[in-house]
C-alpha cells in the first residue's frame, strides 16, 4: 500500500515557475515507477511525465518537453515536478502517481493516486 501527497500548487503568473512534491508513506517506494497527470476543468486527465523506479529514465508529454522536470529522492520518499515557463494551458489540478507496470504514459498502469494539488496560470 503506498499513499501519496501532493503539495506545491498555487497561483502563478505566466512565464513563472513551481514546484509540485509528492510525498509517499510506505516502505516499498522505491519499488514504483511514478508520474505526473494532470486535468483541467471539463477535459480528460493526461499524462504529464514520469519517472523510472531508480530515477534513471524519466518520459514527457511533448507538451512540458523542456519546460518540466522530473525527479526523485528514494531516500526521502518523494518525487518532484519543477515546472518553468508555465503558461495559461498549464492549469489544472496536477495528481501524482506509482505504478508498478512498464506503460508510463496510461493511467491505467498506476496503481496509486494523491488527491491532487491545484495549480493556477493566471496570463
Known amino acids: 500500500q503506498v499513499q501519496l501527497v501532493e503539495s506545491g500548487g498555487g497561483l502563478v503568473q505566466a512565464g513563472g515557475s513551481l514546484r509540485l512534491s509528492c510525498a509517499a508513506s510506505?516502505?516499498?517506494?522505491?519499488?514504483?515507477?511514478m508520474g505526473w497527470f494532470r486535468q483541467a476543468p471539463g477535459k480528460e486527465r493526461e499524462f504529464v511525465a514520469a519517472?523510472?523506479?531508480?530515477?534513471?529514465?524519466?518520459y514527457y508529454a511533448d507538451s512540458v518537453k523542456g519546460r518540466f522536470t522530473i525527479s526523485r529522492d528514494n531516500a526521502k520518499n518523494t518525487v518532484y515536478l519543477q515546472m518553468n515557463s508555465l503558461k495559461p494551458e498549464d492549469t489544472a489540478v496536477y495528481y501524482c502517481?506509482?505504478?508498478?507496470?512498464?506503460?508510463?504514459?496510461?493511467?491505467?498502469?498506476?496503481?496509486?493516486w494523491g488527491q491532487g494539488t491545484q495549480v493556477t496560470v493566471s496570463s
Open positions: 502517481a506509482a505504478a508498478l507496470g512498464p506503460n508510463y504514459y496510461s493511467d491505467y498502469t498506476y496503481d496509486y
Open positions: 510506505g516502505r516499498t517506494f522505491s519499488s514504483y515507477a
Open positions: 519517472i523510472s523506479w531508480s530515477g534513471g529514465s524519466t
